[in-house]
């Protein structure tokens, strides 16, 4: 069965930085396109980035210039550096895998695997 598995949240201060892994089983996952999304408390899940095979990524405004989304081989399939960290960024990270376009990346209907997420809090 495919699965994915989040790591790498945890507490940290605000301007502190955090790398999120993914770690995949059941299959590969290297012609996926590969996608962050978070949800924090009490609000819908919203998507933070995406990459695709070729390495074009995709960002939602509110972390270009701070997330960087990364892929490598097929048992860790994404990565997410995230500096500068602030408060508004805490959330459960979650990891995805679809098919998606470039144009409806944000869409998290178009991805098919989803990882059970790992939290991240940005203190003040």
């Known amino acids: 069965q495919a699965q994915l598995v989040e790591s790498g949240g945890g507490l940290v201060q605000a301007g502190g930085s955090l790398r999120l892994s993914c770690a995949a089983s059941?299959?590969?996952?290297?012609?996926?396109?590969m996608g962050w999304f978070r949800q924090a408390p009490g609000k819908e899940r919203d998507f933070v980035a995406t990459?695709?095979?070729?390495?074009?990524?995709y960002y939602a405004a509110s972390v270009k210039g701070r997330l960087t989304i990364s892929r490598d081989n097929a048992e860790n399939p994404v990565y997410l550096q995230m500096n500068r960290l602030k408060p508004e960024d805490t959330a459960v990270y979650y990891c995805?895998?679809?098919?998606?376009?470039?144009?409806?990346?944000?869409?998290?209907?178009?991805?098919?695997?989803w990882g059970q997420g790992t939290p991240v809090t940005v203190s003040s």
């Open positions: 995805a895998a679809g098919t998606t376009p470039y144009t409806t990346a944000s869409h998290s209907s178009n991805y098919n695997y």
């Open positions: 059941g299959r590969t996952f290297s012609r996926y396109a």
């Open positions: 990459i695709w095979t070729g390495g074009t990524t």
